[in-house]
């Protein structure tokens, strides 16, 4: 028997919201009515969630500099997120490829690592003469009680590098937290470089040009005659951020990993700063419109126009294709970031597809507010789940397309599902106008493809030959 097709499915079953009592505060099913979701709570120690440690944010938030050092003090474990855990592309140095740890052992662990550490810098530094190193301390440095601070400023002070700590002990807090780490470090940096301001000018905070994206965003910025000083961090390079100061506004996409850093240097240096997604026609139209508002340039406006319309002219037949295989199939949203939600429940209704399922590992109680608006009633939001809870939803609203990162893609492929990887290990494009062509591509290829045919996907079906 094959599966049911879309069109003739039965109605889904309301769950009723059948959780834990502990996480019922954490799970909402859309109706309309008003609601405050419990979030941006700590994860319970020792549970499973789909989120990572503060080294694991703040790693990925730095990674992209690609002219600094990369040292991790910690045992040779933690390096696993490490060496090309992103698709981040540099156009030229690729040192932060080289990735590095002092790999602590038990001798360590006694006698402390510190010694271990300096040495470590100090040959590296002479070796590959960067630009600039950061430091990452994880878990058991944080218990040992090594001093990193003080190794960083004696190699700061012998070679005339900026070596930065970077606060990223796992019992911290979660990712969330390593992202503030990472925020804390740069700003170290910002400012340290003399320089007057660049009129009509700014930095991208928050991409980190996974697949080249950050390169097809200053293209667009530039081509609406706004300057790019500093892209923190995608393809950045430590002299770009010293000077950061220099820029007129901050533009944030990834706000759960940048918002901590505009913040500061609001405060700071008065820079205001915009919150945007590049992903999505209607986002990315958005975040051009909005800058060129912000300088009160019609020049720049008239551009921003012209160069929407002749893109969206250009690819809205290629969407038309996908869109005439792909309507009224259901999806699956959870994402690290709910700014990523947004723009992926937009795309993919422009797709022809609903989302039924949406949630994110930081969101804010705003976030999920705004989920509920773009989400149509019955639509269950998921703040900082679990591969149960995530299971359980995805088999219930009968789902056809799971988007997520690398840790949900196994519960999606053990449950026949499509799947779409949209964090940092991908290796194609999908923010910008041609962005959304590579991502609808992909979803069709997904969602479509044959071998669906041969799972049994639907509760009470099983498909033909499986037995």
């Not at 080289?98 to 402390?112: A, K, P």
């Not at 699956?332 to 700014?339: E, I, L, N, R, S």
Request: aromatic residues 8%.
């Amino acid at each position: 028997m094959r599966p049911t097709p879309s069109s003739d499915r039965p109605p889904i079953v309301a769950s009723g919201l059948d959780v834990l009592e502990e996480r019922r505060p954490q799970v909402h099913e859309v109706t309309g009515q008003p609601f405050e979701m419990s979030c941006s709570k700590a994860s319970v120690a020792g549970s499973v969630s789909q989120r990572a440690c503060v080294f694991c944010g703040s790693r990925v938030v730095l990674y992209p500099i690609v002219d600094a050092l990369h040292v991790v003090h910690g045992p040779i474990g933690c390096a696993a997120y490490t060496w090309d855990i992103r698709g981040a592309l540099s156009s030229g140095p690729q040192l932060h490829r080289l990735s590095f740890s002092t790999d602590l052992r038990e001798r360590d662990v006694i006698y402390g690592g510190a010694n271990k550490l300096e040495r470590a810098l100090r040959e590296l530094i002479a070796e590959h003469r960067p630009q600039g190193a950061f430091v990452y301390s994880t878990c058991i440095v944080g218990l040992i009680g090594d001093d990193v601070e003080a190794v960083c400023r004696r190699v700061s002070r012998d070679t005339g590098l900026p070596v930065l700590p970077v606060h990223s002990e796992g019992f911290r807090g979660t990712k969330k937290d390593g992202y503030h780490a990472a925020c804390s470090a740069l700003m170290q940096l910002v400012g340290t470089a003399e320089g007057e301001p660049r009129p009509q000018s700014i930095n991208i905070l928050g991409d980190f040009n996974l697949a080249g994206e950050t390169w097809m965003i200053r293209n667009y910025y530039r081509q609406i005659g706004v300057d790019v000083v500093a892209t923190i961090t995608g393809d950045g390079r430590i002299g770009d951020i010293r000077q950061a100061h220099r820029a007129r506004l901050n533009v944030v996409q990834c706000s759960g990993s940048m918002i901590h850093l505009a913040r500061m240097m609001n405060e700071q240096y008065g820079i205001p700063f915009l919150r945007v997604s590049y992903f999505g026609i209607e986002d990315m139209a958005r975040a051009l419109y909005d800058v060129a508002d912000h300088f009160q340039c019609r020049e720049s406006r008239r551009a921003a126009e012209t160069l929407v319309r002749h893109e969206v002219e250009r690819i809205m037949p290629k969407l038309n294709q996908y869109r005439r295989a792909l309507e009224g199939k259901r999806a699956a949203v959870y994402t690290g970031g709910a700014f990523k939600a947004f723009s992926l429940i937009r795309s993919l209704r422009l797709l022809g597809m609903t989302t039924i399922v949406a949630g994110s590992q930081t969101g804010n109680r705003d976030d999920y507010r705004q989920l509920a608006e773009l989400c149509d009633p019955g639509t269950i939001l998921l703040d900082d789940t679990n591969p149960v809870e995530l299971a359980k939803y995805i088999q219930e609203k009968d789902v056809d397309l799971f988007i997520g990162g690398v840790k949900e893609r196994p519960v999606a492929y053990k449950l026949g599902v499509a799947f779409c990887d949209h964090n940092h290990e991908r290796k194609i494009p999908l923010a910008g106008f041609e962005g959304l062509v590579n991502f609808a591509r992909e979803v069709h290829s997904s969602v479509t493809s044959p071998v669906w045919r041969w799972v049994p996907r639907r509760t009470g079906t099983r498909a033909e030959g499986v037995r």
